[in-house]
């Protein structure tokens, strides 16, 4: 399995562009003697669909992205989990052409890019949810075990949700949440200040994984530092993965 479709791209695609199509004819017909056309069906699952997509006014950051992603997993190369973006859905994927990219005037430059996939809904995407405790302000967490992988995984995305409003979250009181694995390899870390805060009553992803293979058994530790007026609400981290 090749490292999942970016999730961290300026924009999402355009909704009128989005196309399902199955690959084949699910069918098999053959005429009888009466000349009629007898049908059966020739599969017993959903044959693979093929995706079709466009992004518009797309930044240079967000074309380096997908050319890193396509060059990592090969045109019809390497399958990658990827997220339907209007639905829980996860797709089991390859590209089946060379993403395009059409340069648009303006500030930028700018670029429509259209994709094209093929592949299956997967339901090895796994999503659980650890809950943590409201602390107190200039309360700390260090290194609590906060996931064990069950066999070899990656992990996907990993994110919060907040229970309330934090307070007192400043360029001076800062709070910084960190995910590393059992080797203190960092998988991700966000730092609230003044700009960004933390959310209220929301969900953020914390950023892009680094380090997101782990082993049968290996953990994942929670650290959350926060500053002497700092104060999170309680939160629960949501860690987005699936089975390789």
Do not use: C
């Amino acid at each position: 399995m090749g490292k999942p479709f970016p999730r961290t791209l300026s924009r999402g695609p355009i909704p009128e562009s989005w196309r399902e199509t199955a690959l084949v004819d699910p069918t098999v017909r053959s005429g009888l003697v009466t000349g009629a056309v007898f049908t059966r069906p020739r599969f017993t699952a959903k044959p693979p669909t093929q995706i079709t997509f466009m992004y518009d006014l797309m930044v240079e950051a967000d074309k380096t992205l997908i050319d890193d992603h396509m060059d990592a997993v090969n045109v019809g190369g390497s399958e990658f989990a990827f997220r339907h973006p209007w639905s829980d859905q996860d797709w089991n994927v390859r590209y089946r052409k060379p993403v395009i990219y059409t340069v648009r005037l303006g500030d930028g430059p700018l670029y429509r890019i259209e994709v094209e996939l093929f592949g299956k809904v997967s339901n090895k995407m796994k999503q659980p949810l650890v809950q943590v405790e409201d602390l107190a302000a200039n309360a700390d967490i260090t290194n609590r075990p906060i996931f064990v992988s069950p066999q070899a995984v990656t992990i996907n995305s990993i994110g919060i949700l907040t229970e309330g409003a934090p307070a007192g979250v400043d360029d001076a009181n800062t709070v910084v949440i960190l995910v590393e694995d059992d080797a203190s390899n960092a998988l991700v870390s966000k730092t609230y200040d003044t700009s960004p805060q933390p959310p209220s009553s929301d969900y953020e992803d914390l950023g892009s994984i680094s380090n997101a293979s782990l082993v049968a058994g290996e953990h994942l530790m929670l650290s959350v530092t926060q500053g002497a007026a700092a104060d999170m609400p309680a939160f629960s981290i949501i860690i987005e993965y699936y089975v390789t």
